[in-house]
């Protein structure tokens, strides 16, 4: 077996059973390509600084590029034996150039360097993340926009409030991704700080120039605490967190989706390519990729909470138990943009009935807040205009009547000052339409946050 590249202080090898549970090479070789992207910025800057001769510099650059072309070409097995990406990649180098390879970890820790590759990794994973939200959001301003005069009913404790549209509902769903690309993006800030050059834990006494390797890996800042930055995983764990609150958002609206789809709402088709069947019964159409998505909620959650338990009792600085971090952010970022994906597919496929959402919407007394506010503008307290409206209601439940059905004598025993104006008060159209300042369903008002929302998507 080939020595450890560390190996100089150790008598024997280690256990075979505790080299593959020690070992991270199974899971951290996603980051073969910020590993080598952090290998020759650190080369460059040492050559650059003098610290190893510049053709030692040069040959590993030019090493550490084929080592790339080699892994992406699949002639690369990783070893167990080298624990992780960064010994398998110096490994690979040293094979290749010889001597000059053994230089490049000169001034360099796996503490930092680990650190540094993470970061590159999760700046991307965050600019891929926001990629695929904005994609999303497109999605549904475009729904949105067919939809402004499409009336449905809107719920509390979900039970039949008021009147709205199906734009501003499906609205009501982009803030809440919009929010999640801000959070991300925000995230981002605090991620883009290179640590390399924090050495194990207390820097290093060669004169390495930090801004330049900051510049060539394209960091904005540099870390100012070499303890801090080489046991921060803040990071990886506000991404999880940004996550968690978007799978959360995913999991409300998937199950307005199921609703929606059932057989006792009926107002929403699912596409079959975003829908399975029953093994026994024939007539299932069965939401499941919607069911799925719910469920992957509280595995992005368990990821959150697998990374805060983790870092919680750390002391400073570097300790193994932070080779943890990596398997649950990955699959908090494949759950979250396979999901994503697979939602922006599914609502660009799906079909709402207008037709049943209008004639819901009719129903279950959701113009009752516009017949108390009617009688209000003409001068009734509110209080009072809310009783009379309680009191009609009551009424048309045991006549099963809807309040519009009612004649004006009949509304007349209950508010004798009601007049014929009342009814074109209490439709539908009145109810939305006059609901038209700034965040209501008014299709006038979502049109301009439609546009205001796709000119804000173009920030991103």
């Not at 506000?238 to 989706?257: G, N």
């Not at 971090?325 to 799906?350: N, P, R, W, Y």
Request: charged content about 25%; glycine content about 8%.
């Amino acid at each position: 077996m080939k020595g450890k590249l560390w190996g100089g202080r150790f008598e024997k090898g280690t256990d075979e059973f505790a080299e593959g549970f020690h070992s991270s090479i199974g899971f951290d070789s996603r980051l073969y390509r910020q590993d080598v992207q952090g290998s020759i910025a650190h080369a460059k800057m040492l050559g650059k600084c003098g610290i190893i001769p510049q053709q030692d510099a040069d040959a590993i650059v030019s090493g550490l590029q084929d080592v790339l072309a080699d892994i992406e070409a699949g002639k690369v097995e990783f070893s167990v034996q080298d624990e992780d990406i960064h010994m398998n990649v110096e490994r690979l180098l040293i094979e290749k150039i010889g001597e000059a390879g053994k230089r490049l970890h000169t001034g360099r820790s796996r503490n930092d360097q680990v650190a540094t590759d993470f970061r590159l990794y999760m700046k991307q994973a965050i600019d891929d993340t926001v990629k695929c939200l904005k994609g999303l959001c497109v999605v549904l301003t475009d729904i949105a926009a067919d939809n402004t005069g499409t009336i449905m009913p809107a719920y509390t404790h979900l039970q039949k409030a008021q009147p709205t549209t199906l734009a501003h509902w499906v609205m009501a769903y982009f803030e809440m991704f919009y929010r999640d690309m801000g959070r991300l993006f925000d995230c981002r800030k605090r991620t883009d700080v290179m640590p390399l050059g924090s050495g194990a834990l207390c820097a290093t006494t060669y004169p390495l120039d930090r801004q330049y390797a900051a510049d060539e890996l394209g960091f904005a800042n540099i870390s100012s605490n070499s303890l801090d930055a080489v046991s921060d995983r803040d990071f990886a764990l506000e991404y999880l967190s940004c996550a968690s609150i978007c799978m959360m958002h995913f999991s409300r609206l998937c199950e307005e989706l199921i609703l929606f789809s059932s057989n006792e709402f009926g107002v929403l088709r699912l596409d079959d390519a975003y829908s399975t069947g029953s093994s026994i019964m024939p007539q299932k159409k069965n939401p499941d990729i919607a069911e799925l998505i719910r469920g992957k909620t509280g595995r992005v959650y368990g990821d959150l909470t697998t990374l805060l338990t983790v870092m919680k009792g750390l002391p400073l600085a570097y300790n193994k138990d932070m080779q943890e971090d990596k398997e649950c952010v990955f699959d908090a970022i494949d759950t979250l943009q396979s999901c994503i994906q697979v939602m922006t597919g599914m609502l660009q496929t799906s079909v709402f009935d207008q037709d049943k959402l209008y004639a819901s919407a009719g129903l279950g007394f959701t113009n009752a807040t516009d017949a108390a506010d009617y009688f209000v503008k003409h001068g009734m307290p509110f209080r009072d205009a809310h009783e009379v409206i309680g009191k009609i209601v009551l009424h048309c439940e045991r006549e099963g009547k809807a309040i519009s059905d009612l004649s004006l004598a009949e509304l007349k025993a209950f508010a004798p000052d009601v007049r014929d104006d009342f009814y074109q008060a209490i439709s539908l159209e009145t109810c939305v339409g006059s609901r038209n300042i700034m965040g209501g369903p008014a299709p006038e008002t979502v049109q301009e946050h439609i546009e205001r929302s796709k000119n804000l998507l173009r920030l991103f």
